[in-house]
C-alpha cells in the first residue's frame, strides 16, 4: 500500500476518531447535555459490544499485522476502533431522527476501518468482522427490546445478572480478560446512575449549569477510567471502581438538581 506523509497523517486523524476512550467521554455528555435516555442506551450498547470484542480478542488471540505505521499493542481480531465507532454511530442512528447520524454511521466507520488497514494494524477480516459486529449488536438490541410490562425488580436483576455474567467470564478466557472488568462495570454503573436520575422529571435546562456538569462528568470519566485502567490487575477492584465512577457520572443530573446547584 502506497504511503505519503500527508496521507499518513490524515488516516492517522481518522483512526483517531475510532478510539474506545473517545465514546466513554462523548456518551456522558449526550446523556448531560441532550438526552438522558438515549446517552444511557448508547452506554449499555457500546459496553455490552465492547465486551464482544474482548472476549473474542482474548479467545482467538490472533496477530496483528508484523509491520505497521501505528504503534499498538493486544491482539488484532477484531478491530476494536472498527467495532466501537460502528456500535456508537448506529446506535446513535437506531435512536434518534436525525438524518446525519445515518448517514456518519455508514460513512465514518468505513473510513475508520480503512485507516486500520492503511496503518497495518489489522487484517481485512479483524476491521470486517469488527463493522459486522459493530452494525449487528445495535440492531440486534434495537429490535429485540425488553417487553414492555416487565416487573421494575426483573429489569433490575436482568442488568446486574448480565454485568456479573460479563465479568466473570473474565476468569475462563485462556488469552486473559483485557478491559472487561472495566466494561462490565461501567454497564452496571451506568443503569444505577440511570435509573435513580430516571426519577427526575426535570432536565437541566441552563446552559451554564449543563456546561458545569459536563465538565465535572468528564473529570469524573477521566478519574474513573484511568483509576480503573491501572487497577486492571486486579479484577474485581477494577470492576468494582467502574460501577462506581461511572455511576457517579450517570447520577450526575440527579445530584445537581437535588442539591439545588
Known sequence: MLHVNY????????????????????????????????????????????????????WFMLPRPSHSLWITEGYGFP??????????????????????????AIV?????????????????????????LGYGLP????????????AEVGIHIVYIGCSLLMVSTSTIIPGGYGYIPIVSGSFLGAYVGYRFSERLK?????????????????????????TAAMLIRELLISYIVSIVFTAIVFLMPYLYLKLNL
Do not use: E
Request: aromatic share 12%; with cysteine; proline share 2%.
Open 7 to 58: 496521507l499518513d497523517l490524515f488516516w492517522t486523524a481518522i483512526t483517531l476518531l475510532g478510539d474506545y476512550r473517545l465514546y466513554t467521554i462523548l456518551i456522558p455528555i449526550i446523556y448531560i447535555a441532550y438526552n438522558r435516555r438515549l446517552g444511557f442506551k448508547l452506554m449499555a450498547t457500546y459496553m455490552f459490544s465492547m465486551y464482544i470484542n474482548q472476549v473474542f480478542k482474548y
Open 79 to 104: 478491530s476494536g476502533h472498527s467495532q466501537a465507532s460502528s456500535t456508537f454511530w448506529s446506535c446513535l442512528a437506531l435512536n434518534t431522527k436525525l438524518k446525519i447520524t445515518k448517514l456518519i
Open 108 to 132: 465514518l466507520p468505513l473510513l475508520i476501518a480503512y485507516s486500520r488497514l492503511y496503518l497495518q494494524v489489522h487484517y481485512l477480516i479483524d476491521v470486517i468482522s469488527g463493522l459486522l
Open 139 to 150: 440492531l440486534t438490541i434495537h429490535v429485540l427490546k425488553i417487553p414492555k410490562g416487565i
Open 202 to 226: 426535570a432536565n437541566i435546562i441552563r446552559l451554564t449549569s449543563r456546561v458545569i456538569v459536563v465538565i465535572l462528568v468528564l473529570t469524573v470519566s477521566i478519574i474513573g477510567y484511568t
